[in-house]
Nanobody, 119 residues
């Protein structure tokens, strides 16, 4: 029932900016920790940014100072603002969360949105 849908990806030159959006249904984002992951060509999926219910945030060292994760509880959405983009940021970006149903924890992923940074 939980669905996460990413949008906002595209192509940009180095130094440019993009804002990714994650629209959630079947879940209230204000009471779940939400994450952004990415997977570049030939690379493993890695955690980029995370936000807790209390709006504490954490970032991968490679994006600190450049990326910002946030949420809009009224719209039930999560965002990833990406500034000063570098070619190594090129990847498929995924929205992610976990749900406890009383018996087990389940992972939920969006379909991904492509970000390409090149000159």
């Amino acid at each position: 029932q939980v669905q996460l849908v990413e949008s906002g990806g595209g192509s940009v030159q180095p130094g440019g900016s993009l804002r990714l959006s994650c629209a959630a249904s079947g879940i209230i984002v204000s009471i779940y920790a939400m994450d952004w992951y990415r997977q570049g060509p030939g690379k493993q999926r890695e955690l980029v940014a995370a936000i807790t219910r209390g709006d504490n945030t954490a970032y991968a060292d490679s994006v600190k100072g450049r990326f910002t994760i946030s949420r809009d509880n009224a719209k039930n959405m999560v965002y990833l603002q990406m500034d000063s983009l570098k070619p190594e940021d090129t990847a498929l970006y995924y929205c992610h969360t976990k749900q406890w149903n009383g018996a087990q924890i389940r992972d939920f992923w969006g379909q991904g949105t492509q970000v390409t940074v090149s000159s």
